[in-house]
């Protein structure tokens, strides 16, 4: 009797792990990002994206073709789709189903005000591993207020809606920020009648070209740590980090812009190259940046081997360099992060050692 190639529940996250470290180690780009534009029908209060890159100069379709068959051909099998908003582009199935006949598993970044019955007919055909969809806030004003578009939140909970009702797995995220933190818990309920998985975000972040701005709308630490001391939302918030700080970012993680920059990642934003001036496959595997970071050790993140707080810090190198300049330095909101986690666990300790006395 044949046996089955289909790993038992007990085994697949090794094997998983596995296929994981083997791509880093022979740097194949297992997980690839493609921003199809920077043009979005919101204006969120938030958006790293700045305002002078929403001008159309994206790849063209034949582009983003060629762009998806490189991707393929180097290995790459998860593949997210983001913006901008994706469904302003009049192209976006045709591009969507080309990366589907490669074989990729594709993850799709919307804001889900533009799905309608037939959009959301057409993203089922697709089968995406999920799609991916931001929440505000649990009344209507707080979203809208946040998105800077009256109506908003009511046409995001219906694309929800009619993409749940087909079937497709819809992820929700929330960006925690001041304006929307009273309601977290009252959207994790909303998500649950919905059957959707939900994830709270803090890490609101620097523009993409420096601009600070946003940070004014982050939550304060207390409110972090009633976050991370939340069970219901947080379960694994007072684990340890991993051992180390060398994340996937040019490793087996690429990200291409609308306008063709390679970048290690969607948060790191440092150019590798274009893909309109050399191919994909140059600029991944010669790439004087790319070459760096897969040289990186623990060791040469000097503020990190010495740090007390690095058994708690989850190291983002973008967040270091766009908000600190130097994405080998300390993240100073991964620090704020570790601190907060760092009292959760030491509370939590102190909860467990009183339970263990009584």
Partial sequence: MAQSLQPSEENAQPLF????????????????????TYRCNLRCRHCYIPEDRRHPKDLTTEELKDVITQL?????LYLTLTGGEVLVRRD??????????????????????LITPAHADRIAELAPLSVDISIYGALPATH???TGS???????MMGI???????????????????????????????????????MDPSIT??????????????????????????????????????SQI???????????????????????????????EPLRTIWESSPLLTRMRELRQEDLLACSTCELATYCNRCPGLAHVEDGNYLGCSSRARQLARVRRRVAEEHANRMEGANSQ
């Fill in 247 to 277: 994340c996937e970012a040019g490793r087996n993680t690429v990200t291409i812009t609308p306008r063709g920059d390679v970048l290690p990642c969607l948060q790191l934003q440092l150019v590798a190259g274009n893909v309109r001036k």
């Fill in 92 to 113: 976006f199935y045709d591009l969507a189903w080309h990366a589907k006949r490669l074989g990729f598993v594709l993850k799709l970044f919307t804001n889900g005000t």
């Fill in 144 to 146: 809208d207020s946040i």
């Fill in 17 to 36: 792990t596995r296929v994981i470290e083997n791509t880093l180690q022979r740097h194949i780009p297992i997980n690839a990002i493609i921003e199809l």
């Fill in 206 to 243: 620097p523009m993409d070209d420096g601009c600070t701005g946003p940070l004014a709308l982050r939550i304060s630490d207390e409110q972090l740590f009633r976050v991370f001391s939340d069970k219901d939302v947080c379960p694994k918030g007072h684990l340890p980090a991993p051992p």
């Fill in 161 to 199: 809606r009619l993409l749940r009702e087909r079937g497709v797995r819809v992820c929700a995220k929330m960006p925690l920020m001041a304006a929307n933190f009273a309601e977290y818990r009252k959207v994790r309920e909303i998500c649950t009648e919905l059957g959707v998985q939900v994830r």
């Fill in 150 to 156: 009256p109506g908003s939140y009511a046409k995001t």
């Fill in 72 to 76: 393929s051909e180097l290995g790459s």
